[in-house]
């Protein structure tokens, strides 16, 4: 007998289910066995993301049992036959993507690299318009956030005055606490390759919030990580004033 729920699971979110509908996409809408390759496989996957960090630790978290089930009320959402368990998630992420497969794909492609989809947060208009990324956005933003990682950057860029790696904008006549409100940490290193490594000064950029934004927009419209110099390259010949 499968065992997926126990220990109180808790429900997918809409990140995880994303996930799902892609891989039964994939599947043609054949659900294999749990003990298929695409379906550990997506077991790994959901079981690798900090997600749900405490439940993670169970054996029975998204094991491939329960992916297995999941993939089940998909079918059933995507064919109305079946008596599986259908969630109001399965329902609306069906409703959304159902029909666009493609734009799933996209999507979840996007989430599968660890391309932070999303700007520096503090913008909650802009979070919710790019809601397909929450996931990412959300570890994203932690660890740009982390006040080391913001610590470790400003404290190596203070000494010759703060300013943004993109547009070159510096206000050295406001008081340094004016000025770091002005700029952020951006992590250049995509969350999927850097993994739980420590962050080092050469994997980040201080940025003004307004490249920051730019950058992580750019990163969501090509679907792929976008360096320092490439957003450099968009912006020539303009001149900073510009901005
Ligand atoms: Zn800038
Ligand atoms: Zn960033």
Redesign the pocket.
């Known amino acids: 007998m499968a065992v997926t729920q126990g220990h109180g699971n808790p429900k997918w979110s809409r990140d995880e289910t994303l996930l799902a509908l892609d891989l039964y996409f994939t599947l043609k809408g054949q659900v294999p066995s749990p003990k298929s390759f695409e379906i550990i496989a997506l077991s790994n996957l959901l079981r690798s993301l900090p997600y749900h960090a405490e439940a993670a630790k169970q054996p029975t978290f998204r094991n491939p049992d329960g992916v297995g089930f999941k993939l089940m009320n998909i079918r059933q959402v995507a064919t109305g036959k079946g008596l599986g368990n259908v969630s109001n998630m399965d329902r609306q992420v069906w409703a959304e993507f159902g029909h666009r497969p493609d734009e799933l794909h996209r999507i979840t492609a996007a989430i599968r690299a660890g391309i932070?989809v999303a700007?520096?947060g503090q913008l909650p208009d802009v979070d919710l318009e790019l809601q397909e990324g929450r996931l990412l956005t959300a570890l994203?933003l932690r660890r740009?956030r982390n006040p080391k990682v913001r610590g470790l950057l400003f404290d190596a860029r203070r000494p010759s005055g703060l300013r943004c790696e993109i547009c070159e904008l510096s206000r050295p006549r406001l008081e340094m606490s004016m000025q770091e409100a002005i700029f952020?940490?951006?992590?250049l290193v995509p969350l999927a390759e850097a993994g739980e490594r420590k962050t080092r000064l050469a994997d980040l950029?201080l940025?003004c919030a307004s490249c920051?934004r730019l950058?992580?927009r750019m990163m969501i419209t090509r679907a792929a990580p976008v360096t320092i110099q490439d957003v450099r390259t968009m912006l020539l010949p303009a001149s900073s004033t510009d901005f």
Do not use: T, Y
């Open positions: 932070p700007s520096s994203h740009e952020e940490a951006h992590h950029a940025l920051h950058i992580h």
